[in-house]
């Protein structure tokens, strides 16, 4: 039994690779490389948009937490207690009578 060489010989490799056949796969291989670009530039893109999410995210919690301690500080000046203490110093006072009801005697 003779053992035939099933691996390709140098006039193989030139016929396999000569210029009709790889001008004819030339836009194949174009398109290839374009979807190559176009996935590693869909990568970079949303690396970036994860980032700015991040960012973002914790800019939201910083000014949660900065509107959370406003709000509280607000609530605590507005009591009747804060207020007295506020307006004292400029002369008021809290009234010690009931307020008098004006009535407009032309109706």
């Given at each position: 039994m003779?053992?035939?060489n099933t691996s390709p010989?140098?006039?193989?490799?030139?016929?396999?690779?000569?210029?009709?056949v790889i001008l004819r796969?030339?836009?194949f291989l174009l398109f290839l490389a374009g979807l190559t670009v176009v996935y590693i530039y869909n990568g970079h893109h949303a690396d970036k948009l994860a980032k700015k999410i991040a960012i973002s995210e914790k800019s939201i919690k910083e000014l949660q937490y900065e509107y959370k301690s406003a709000q509280s500080?607000?609530?605590?000046?507005s009591k009747a207690s804060e207020l007295?203490?506020?307006?004292?110093?400029?002369?008021l006072k809290e009234l010690s009578t009931k307020p008098i009801l004006l009535e407009n005697e032309a109706e």
């Open positions: 003779e053992k035939k010989t140098k006039s193989d490799w030139k016929r396999i690779f000569n210029n009709t796969q030339m836009p500080e607000v609530i605590f000046r007295m203490k506020a307006v004292e110093p400029m002369g």
